[in-house]
């Protein structure tokens, strides 16, 4: 009794209770018990407590053991290192920047900032994005050495991911260099890729070509995903090839899930069945300035529990991370001019906060990394050997001296003007098939040179073989040799206003469909009615002699081998509308592509050679024995001409058959829409008048009654 009272007084409560019946009596006593009860057990923690925090401070003074407590309640950190987009530059390389010529990017050079990392972190984690390969001449040799993935695995990266470009020489190409790079016994980064669909893509049509790829992703142990430690950090590396990298990969042969669809998967597998405690996606989807066709960052939204997303495919260079929710996606720009940095904390809800975010630039302020080079230049010298000997050149070799500023390769597809880089490179198509040692004398009418295949600018200075590849180097030829080769086909006058038209009208659709021509001009407003846009189609002589095109006659054209199979694309995103058909001189249609190309002294004449030799045929007006390029493309010539113009005279004028298609179109449409509200009133009127005639009878029938 005393201690409950005692009790009650601590707590200042005052409990008065009148006892007058047993079972009152009876709950008294159960409340004073369970109060004895609560206070023995507070004063059994308070003891407990207070024995604790003396075991706890006779540790601290245990040497050695304060520090261990604070680093194990430290929140796990990761510091990331990324690139993507290389596209063979293992070199380093001149670009414009700011109208000055600079070397940059340089696998040495990225090498040596990884070791000064790995040095202050030897935790660091290392990651490619895709499209490691080709771009540069370095590609010339990417099916027997697989110089890319070894130089990377030099560099120490972890994991990387297939982009659309390591399909350019077909999947029994792919298939080759992961074999090449497997059996050299280098290290070499993993390869991760989460959304292949086997199944769908082992049922498709028997293919040779895509059973060595599949038996060589075996081989080289291709995962849908990988696990690595670094530190105290479990990390779950996986894979995404997007839709637009899809497109973009005609000889692919690989069926892909839906990037989201895919990962969800993926992610489901890691969270059931590994400890991870973050989540980083190698996506080559890219970020789109249009956000519903931003695919990665569709991909964030709606895969949350991805923590991290290095963005290749678009070349995006982000100074600041793109965030939603908790996710980061981080894109380092192409061909290594920046390394991209991140270093993240991890929160008490498991999740990861960013703490620093960079991109490091990669110029000739930073020194090579003396081994790496050499690696590089070892690669570089057999390409000498084995490439470009064959058509009598030297990688280092000057062909031109240049002082012209040219437009950024970049621009081509982004704005809808004439540009001088296209020009010359259109231009040197004609040069070089009319000066060929055998050339048959037919002479060359339009050459067409697509936006997405232009891949380097030049800069002032010297310009050198390489320089040339580079600008012009995607792809294969039916020789097995890298570069699209030259083929001529033959279009009508009429033809020839689409391709125009296809200029105009498609390549807003498809960027890398945005042409350059030689010997084709046109008049493009952009207010015009679609499929109508270009007008005042003509042809130019190589004197700029100009001459009207006519409809049914025959134009020899000379392309690059893609192009003539990109007219299947621009047919298909036309419904048809804008069909070409290339043809033979005597005005038979190609059956097949390869019987078109241009070929010397009985090898394939490729697109890039077209352009080297072209420099080299430039006067040399500082008599320095090194030809200038020509300064003609210092300014436009007219070759597509804007009209901004909103008047109706000209909107309407110089109509062609398309304008005529769709205001037919339209007009009918209306002339429905009239007829369906003609009949609607008819209907209506007969449905009054049948209510209006019962009404009557109602009233007649209720004046009887």
């Not at 519903?292 to 963005?311: F, M, R, T």
Request: contains cysteine; proline residues 3%.
């Amino acid at each position: 009794m005393f201690f409950c009272k005692k009790y009650d007084k601590m707590k200042n409560v005052s409990v008065e209770i009148t006892l007058k019946k047993t079972k009152q009596k009876q709950n008294l006593y159960k409340y004073r018990v369970k109060r004895k009860e609560d206070v023995f057990m507070k004063l059994r923690k308070k003891l407990l407590s207070a024995l604790l925090l003396t075991v706890m401070v006779l540790l601290m003074a245990v040497p050695g053991y304060a520090a261990a407590t604070e680093e194990t309640e430290e929140a796990k950190s990761l510091d990331l290192l990324f690139i993507h987009d290389m596209h063979s530059h293992l070199n380093s390389f001149t670009s414009m920047l700011e109208g000055e010529a600079v070397q940059v990017g340089g696998l040495s050079r990225i090498m040596t900032l990884a070791k000064e990392q790995f040095m202050v972190n030897p935790d660091t984690l290392f990651v490619d994005a895709g499209d490691f390969s080709m771009g540069t001449v370095v590609q010339s040799i990417f099916e027997t050495d697989a110089a890319e993935l070894r130089v990377l695995g030099a560099l120490g990266i972890e994991a990387t991911t297939i982009g659309n470009h390591e399909f350019d020489y077909g999947p029994d190409g792919l298939a080759n260099s992961l074999l090449a790079a497997k059996n050299s016994g280098e290290k070499v980064p993993a390869l991760v890729i989460s959304n292949l669909d086997m199944a769908a893509t082992k049922a498709q049509p028997q293919s040779d070509a895509r059973d060595a790829l599949l038996a060589a992703f075996k081989v080289y142990d291709v995962k849908e995903y990988m696990m690595v430690t670094k530190g105290d950090v479990n990390i779950a590396i996986m894979g995404i090839y997007g839709l637009d990298a899809l497109n973009c990969s005609p000889f692919c042969e690989l069926v892909f899930k839906d990037p989201v669809e895919g990962a969800r998967a993926t992610v489901a597998k890691i969270l059931a069945n590994e400890d991870a405690d973050i989540i980083i996606c190698l996506s080559h989807s890219g970020t789109w300035s249009d956000k519903s066709k931003s695919e990665d960052e569709i991909l964030a939204k709606n895969v949350p529990e991805i923590d991290v997303i290095i963005s290749g495919h678009t070349h995006t260079t982000l100074e600041e991370p793109v965030v939603h929710g908790t996710t980061y996606i981080g894109s380092a720009g192409e061909y290594g001019k920046y390394l991209g940095s991140m270093s993240l904390e991890q929160q008490a809800d498991g999740r990861w906060k960013l703490k620093e975010y960079e991109l490091l630039p990669i110029t000739d302020d930073v020194p090579q990394d003396e081994e790496t080079q050499a690696r590089i230049d070892d690669y570089l010298a057999r390409i000498d050997v084995n490439y470009l000997s064959l058509y009598g050149y030297e990688r280092t070799q000057v062909l031109a001296e240049n002082a012209v500023e040219f437009v950024d390769s970049g621009t081509l597809g982004s704005m809808h003007v004439e540009r001088n880089l296209g020009s010359i490179m259109a231009d040197s198509y004609r040069y070089a098939v009319e000066n060929l040692p055998d050339w048959d004398g037919a002479p060359v009418d339009v050459a067409v040179v697509p936006a997405g295949l232009v891949r380097e600018t030049y800069s002032i200075g010297d310009i050198t073989v390489e320089d040339v590849f580079n600008s012009f180097s995607l792809g294969i030829g039916e020789d097995g040799l890298a570069g699209y080769p030259l083929v001529s086909v033959y279009f009508t006058g009429e033809e020839l206003k689409l391709i125009a038209e296809i200029d105009a009208s498609i390549s807003p659709l498809m960027s890398y469909a945005r042409l350059y021509t030689s010997g084709l001009q046109w008049t493009y407003n952009p207010h015009r009615m679609i499929l109508n846009k270009a007008f005042d189609s003509h042809l130019v002589t190589l004197d700029g002699e100009r001459t009207e095109i006519e409809k049914d006659k025959l134009y020899r054209v000379v392309a690059d081998l893609y192009s003539l199979k990109l007219l299947g694309s621009v047919t298909d995103l036309s419904y048809g509308l804008l069909s070409i058909v290339p043809k033979n001189a005597d005005g038979t249609p190609v059956e097949n592509y390869s019987d078109t190309i241009i070929m010397t002294e009985g090898r394939e004449v490729k697109a890039w050679e077209a352009i080297a030799n072209y420099m080299e045929s430039f006067a040399d007006t500082d008599g320095n024995g090194i030809p200038n390029v020509d300064s003609r493309y210092v300014s436009g010539e007219g070759r597509k001409a804007v009209e901004e113009s909103k008047n109706i005279l000209d909107l309407i004028k110089s109509p062609n058959k398309f304008f005529f298609m769709i205001v037919g179109i339209i007009l009918a449409a209306l002339l429905l829409l009239v007829l369906v509200i003609m009949i609607i009133a008819k209907v209506m009127k007969l449905i009054v008048r049948k209510a209006t005639g019962r009404e009557k009878v109602r009233q007649v029938k209720f004046k009887k009654l």
